[in-house]
């Protein structure tokens, strides 16, 4: 298959162009984002390593409209993303751009299943949701046996494993159909094998779905399952790896 990831002709899926992001603490200022071009292709799977507190979570969080960069551009598809109103960013963010946590971040009360359903309770509010409830239950359903978990639709956060949440967080960020994947370090908290479970899982939805992804890890194995590794230093980006697992023949 003809791979023209980098071309500039191309749109990509998720674009940074000279992002700057700096913290003040105290009376200094902290530069952790120094002009940052960063690029994901349409159907792409980039990790993205570095140091702790060298930026990615910055990084991951500008790109999900969860902050505000001090300068430079976030372009989501051709169509730039960051100035847009907060009405219309509240909108990509529960259509277009899906997001997962090392800490899950899941809502203690809820099940497995009604947890995957509220991105779509938030979209549609009460009355539409009415309506629309028996197909989006039954999307929900599919999700969650895709990963594993159709014995665990009426489990509540605290009766699953690590891994049954993080997949369970998945299956809501995919429920509203996103065109891209953030994922914050997400095996951050689990055993290696519930990790490299949750890793399989995206790669196989970024193989198969075509879903594009953005991966934050510090850990090199994890990275590697990767179409390519992106590192984090001293407030730039650089290409460290591309097809470092011989993925994107
Ligand atoms: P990483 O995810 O790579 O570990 P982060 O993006 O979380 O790094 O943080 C980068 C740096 O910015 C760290 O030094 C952190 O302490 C600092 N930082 C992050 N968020 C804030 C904030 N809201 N206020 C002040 N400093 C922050
Ligand atoms: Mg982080």
Redesign the pocket.
């Not at 570095?50 to 990084?59: A, C, E, I, R, V």
């Given at each position: 298959m003809s791979n023209l990831s980098g071309s500039p002709r191309n749109p990509a899926m998720l674009e940074t162009r000279q992002i700057r992001k700096r913290?003040?603490?105290g009376n200094t200022m902290?530069e952790?984002l120094r002009g940052v071009d960063f690029r994901l292709d349409p159907g792409g799977f980039v990790a993205v390593v570095?140091?702790?507190?060298?930026?990615?979570?910055?990084?991951l969080?500008l790109m999900g409209l969860l902050d505000a960069p001090d300068a430079g551009e976030v372009w989501l598809d051709g169509q730039r993303i960051d100035s847009l109103p907060a009405r219309e960013r509240d909108r990509l963010r529960n259509t277009a751009i899906g997001m997962v946590f090392q800490a899950y971040h899941l809502l203690p009360e809820l099940t497995a299943l009604e947890n995957v359903l509220t991105p779509l309770l938030i979209r549609h509010g009460f009355s539409d949701w009415f309506r629309r409830r028996r197909a989006a239950r039954q999307e929900a359903e599919e999700l969650l046996d895709r990963f594993g978990l159709s014995g665990r639709l009426q489990h509540r956060p605290r009766q699953l494993s690590g891994g049954e949440m993080q997949r369970v967080a998945i299956a809501r960020a995919l429920i509203t159909h996103p065109r891209v994947l953030l994922a914050?370090e997400p095996t951050g908290n689990l055993d290696e094998e519930s990790g490299a479970g949750i890793i399989d899982a995206l790669s196989e939805l970024n193989r198969e779905k075509g879903l594009s992804i953005v991966l934050?890890t510090h850990d090199a194995d994890i990275a590697s399952q990767a179409r390519s590794i992106v590192r984090?230093t001293a407030g730039k980006v650089e290409t460290v790896a591309t097809d470092p697992a011989g993925s994107a023949a």
């Open positions: 913290y003040r603490s902290l952790v570095g140091q702790s507190g060298s930026g990615k979570s910055t990084l969080h914050d934050v984090l």
